[in-house]
């Protein structure tokens, strides 16, 4: 059986924790060990200011190199360049993340507040 590292994160965690790395000189090596897991999430919840957009943008040509990438986010394409406030930035991760890539378009209602809902409504009709 095969084995898969496996962080789960938000995306905002994860270049957070890559600039707080800057203060004790361990981006390299955090971007390295980041770089050998393969699942993002949350992508596009809260925009990114420049220096962790560019962390997001070595995080993925870094994994790009290595192997697969699974990213939740519950934004389109055309609206990363807010998400890291930079048109060409989002362009350079979309354009490696698509390559070679199976793209999973989820729409609906969330599967965590699905039964919720169901309930509320019951009651509503009571």
């Known amino acids: 059986m095969a084995r898969y590292r496996v962080l789960f994160q938000s995306a905002d965690d994860i270049v957070g924790y890559l600039y707080v790395s800057l203060v ?25 200011d420049p220096k962790k957009a560019n962390f997001f943008s070595q995080l993925v040509s870094k994994r790009y190199k290595i192997g697969s990438i699974i990213l939740t986010s519950n934004r389109a394409f055309d609206e990363w360049g807010s998400i890291f406030g ?5 362009a350079a991760i979309i354009d490696r993340l698509v390559h070679h890539s199976h793209i999973f378009n989820i729409n609906g209602r969330s599967f965590r507040v699905k039964d919720k809902l169901g309930k509320a409504h019951d009651k509503e009709c009571l």
Do not use: H
Request: proline share 3%; glycine share 6%; charged share 25%.
């Open 86 to 90: 930079d048109e060409v930035i989002a």
């Open 24 to 48: 004790d000189s361990t981006t390299g090596k955090n971007l390295d060990a980041l770089s050998r897991l393969y699942l993002i999430d949350e992508l596009g919840y809260l925009p990114m």
